[in-house]
């Protein structure tokens, strides 16, 4: 499945399909980074005001360092608004953060349904297997961001780290 034959958000931005064709066809990671960006503006969109203002308050939250209430947060939203798939992926980074690993991959799931492109939640997803030490599956994870994202410089680094680290077991 191609780029241009999946390419939808939550919110159903019209823009995105051109966003991620320009993603995935960028030279170089100084070119993608606006991309980057106006993508990331669209997924934290919601029209419903009451979610939008949820959505900047756990930011808000997890840039305190305030985790348990950041959780709180997204976990509200969720239930408010179930098909935006940037509350799962915050959700996701939160329980991360938190060392709840389990919990993050389902919410990763959850955001991949609703957004398969999303390359936070396709990085994400090899940080949690690396924290796993499940190296297979972060590096399917970190090679499908990049498949949508080639440009992703810490997806990138991470990839080169770990074959690194592969190579030296197998020695």
Not at 21 to 49: G, M, N, T
Request: hydrophobic share 45%.
């Amino acid at each position: 499945m191609g780029i241009g034959q999946l390419a939808w958000a939550d919110q159903h931005d019209a823009q995105l399909e051109k966003l991620f064709k320009r993603l995935h066809e960028a030279p170089d990671a100084a070119s993608s980074f606006p991309v980057e960006q106006a993508i990331w503006q669209l997924w934290l969109q919601h029209a419903d005001p009451q979610c939008q203002q949820l959505m900047q308050q756990g930011i808000a939250q997890m840039n305190s360092g305030a985790l348990t209430a950041a959780l709180a947060t997204y976990s509200q939203l969720i239930k408010i608004a179930p098909d935006y798939a940037e509350a799962w992926n915050k959700r996701a980074t939160v329980y991360y953060v938190m060392q709840n690993f389990a919990a993050s991959e389902l919410d990763i799931q959850k955001t991949l349904q609703l957004e398969p492109f999303h390359f936070g939640a396709l990085s994400g997803r090899g940080l949690v297997k690396l924290a796993q030490r499940d190296y297979l599956g972060a590096r399917t994870a970190f090679n499908a961001a990049l498949e949508v994202y080639p440009h992703m410089t810490g997806v990138e680094d991470d990839l080169r780290e770990l074959d690194a680290f592969l190579r030296s077991k197998s020695i």
